[in-house]
């Protein structure tokens, strides 16, 4: 019984949980599954949250959880990203908690190297990576994305360098973090980095390109005129930085946005 206990508490250890929320996105979801079976770190379990689809993403899903035990397929009615994305982490059996979307990639080294980051490197406790940027057709659209080889949380602020399929927490520290369900789907990913940046101070990137980032056109991610409000909220009601301080940081958000995206 001992060893049986010492065992599982090794492998749950070196466990990384990938939660996926899934809504409606049969187009991409296997090519976004196969990217995590390619992995050559193994020690993974794959939680795919289906968001109430009325597609057939789900029983795409259900098709590979078939075939491999790591992956799991939960459901739950239509509740919006950070409400599937919390019921994932809350399943989530591993150390390490990352968020890779229904519609994104991962390079076969992406879980080797990331972790390799966060354990050669004094301190780190969350990790991000260096991206392609793709279209709907899986093409290049846009140059790569470098982020920065370190960001705080002012850094965060003015711009998010971690894009949510490269972010790799460590929950070693401080325990599973949870995304505020009260912003539903818009800017619930970036204000989940923030909360975690306040415990962790500092977040280290990988320059390697790890990862491909889906546009996807007319998203409402992508429109900044429809993110610029709920983005000026983050500031002012999450992080409560008064009026002008929020009004400062959204502006710097808006052109670092514009320089993010023009190239």
């Known amino acids: 019984m001992y060893f049986c206990t010492l065992y599982h508490a ?3 250890d070196h466990l990384v949980s990938i939660i996926t929320p ?3 996105g049969e187009r991409f979801v296997g090519e976004t599954i196969e990217s995590v079976l390619a992995q050559t770190y193994p020690h993974w379990e794959m939680l795919i949250i289906d968001d109430g ?17 790591r992956i799991k397929v939960l459901h739950q009615a239509n509740a919006g990203s950070a409400t599937a994305r919390n019921n994932g982490i809350r ?3 591993g150390r390490y908690i990352a968020l890779l979307d229904a519609d994104d990639l991962w390079e076969p080294i ?15 406790l969350l990790v991000c990576a260096a991206h392609k940027r793709i279209d709907e057709q899986g093409n ?14 002012t850094d965060l602020l003015k711009t998010c360098s971690i894009t949510c399929l490269t972010g790799l927490y460590d929950t070693k520290a401080f325990g599973k973090m949870y995304l505020r369900e009260e912003l539903v789907s818009l ?9 975690i940046i306040h415990k962790v101070n500092v977040v280290y990137a990988n320059p390697k390109i790890l990862g491909s980032y889906r546009i996807i056109r007319n998203s409402v991610s992508r429109n900044k005129h429809k993110v610029i409000i709920p983005q000026f909220k983050v500031y002012y009601k999450c992080e409560h930085l008064g009026f002008w301080r929020s009004l400062y940081y959204t502006i710097c958000w808006a052109w670092n946005g514009y320089k993010k995206y023009r190239k």
């Open 22 to 24: 899934l809504y409606n």
């Open 140 to 153: 290049e659209c846009l140059s790569p994305f470098v982020a920065p080889p370190e960001a705080h949380y």
């Open 91 to 93: 399943h989530a059996q």
């Open 53 to 69: 689809s009325t597609d057939n993403s789900p029983q795409i899903a259900e098709q590979y959880a078939a075939k491999d035990t």
């Open 187 to 195: 800017r619930d990913d970036y204000v989940y980095w923030l909360d």
């Open 10 to 12: 090794i492998m749950i």
């Open 110 to 124: 992406f879980l080797e190297e990331q972790l390799k980051l966060l354990q050669n490197t004094v301190g780190a």
